[in-house]
């Protein structure tokens, strides 16, 4: 079973290719320049910033979280090791420490809009332009508040 842990510096690279494998599996709405654009930042960005991973029992990250003052602002799964529950497990940890937590789907990504609704989320609201101004509207998430039982309690 995988273990979560705090990200580090040598994580960066393949950190960066999860979130790519990702994007590339599942926001096929994005336009290629808006997808090279957002790579750039996220390349800036993502490797120094505090992620929680889940990594194999190599230690190799499968899957990232970001969860920046009880908004989840990233959260991504290799696609080679969607629907083994990682990304449930990541969104769990987040919720024992912020039962409220926040986030914001594109309305463009179905998979990604049955996955939290499926873990509880409610819609708040809505955006026709996401965070950086692009037109790809965003759906405002909410977790219903109940925190999930601790690991191992199930």
């Known amino acids: 079973m ?3 842990r705090p ?4 994580d960066g690279a393949r950190v ?3 979130w790519c494998r990702a994007v590339d599996a599942t926001h096929h709405f994005l336009a290629d320049a808006d997808r090279q654009a957002i790579e750039a930042e996220v ?3 993502l490797p120094h910033a505090p992620l929680l991973l889940a990594v194999d ?12 003052d009880g908004h989840l602002e990233a959260l991504f799964v ?7 529950g990682l990304g449930r497990r990541l969104v769990e940890q987040a919720l ?3 039962p409220r937590l926040g986030t914001d789907v594109n309305a463009q990504n179905p998979q990604a809009m049955a996955f939290y609704t499926r873990m509880g989320f409610v819609e708040t609201g809505r955006s026709p332009l996401d965070g950086q101004g692009r037109p790809y509207p ?4 909410r977790h219903a508040g109940m925190a999930p039982a601790p690991e191992g309690a199930r």
């Open 138 to 141: 965003l759906v405002h998430l």
């Open 2 to 4: 995988p273990t979560l």
């Open 78 to 84: 290799d696609p080679a090791h969607h629907g083994r």
């Open 43 to 45: 390349r800036a960005f």
């Open 57 to 68: 029992a190599d230690d190799v990250p499968l899957a990232f979280m970001l969860v920046v």
């Open 96 to 98: 024992r420490a912020h």
């Open 16 to 18: 960066i290719d999860i």
């Open 7 to 10: 990200s580090r510096p040598h």
